[in-house]
């Protein structure tokens, strides 16, 4: 079973930056895909970005017009999103999800089997 714990998450202002981590454990095998979520009260939940934990190919939703980085560290069980230029429009939980082996579909929600609890990020104008 993984298990995906989320920290970093917080109150920032507008323009400011936030980092999220994810922590993973219980991966069979060392070629998996994570990714980063969030869902804002009212709306669906819709993808940030995507990480191969070999290789690491990432993959970014068209609407953050670069201002997030998905990375992974060393031991490839903890992928980071690193949030600059934060809008009032980023306020949401976000969520770290996983799958095992390789994704062709690592921004869609229901690629991901394996989710965290969720860490929320709130931007004030």
């Known amino acids: 079973q993984v298990r995906l714990a989320e920290s970093g998450g917080g109150s920032v202002q507008a323009g400011g930056s936030l980092r999220l981590s994810c922590a993973a454990s219980?991966?069979?095998?060392?070629?998996?895909?994570m990714g980063w979520f969030r869902q804002a009260p009212g709306k669906e939940r819709e993808a940030v970005a995507g990480?191969?934990?070999?290789?690491?190919?990432?993959f970014y939703a068209d609407s953050l017009e670069g201002r997030f980085t998905i990375a992974l560290d060393n031991t490839k069980t903890t992928v980071t999103l690193q949030m600059n230029s934060l809008k009032p429009d980023d306020t949401a939980m976000y969520y770290c999800a996983a799958t095992h082996g390789v994704s062709i579909r690592p921004l869609m929600p229901t690629e991901y089997p394996f989710w965290g609890q969720g860490t929320q990020v709130t931007v004030s104008s």
């Open positions: 990480i191969y934990t070999v290789g690491g190919n990432t």
């Open positions: 219980g991966f069979t095998y060392a070629s998996n895909t």
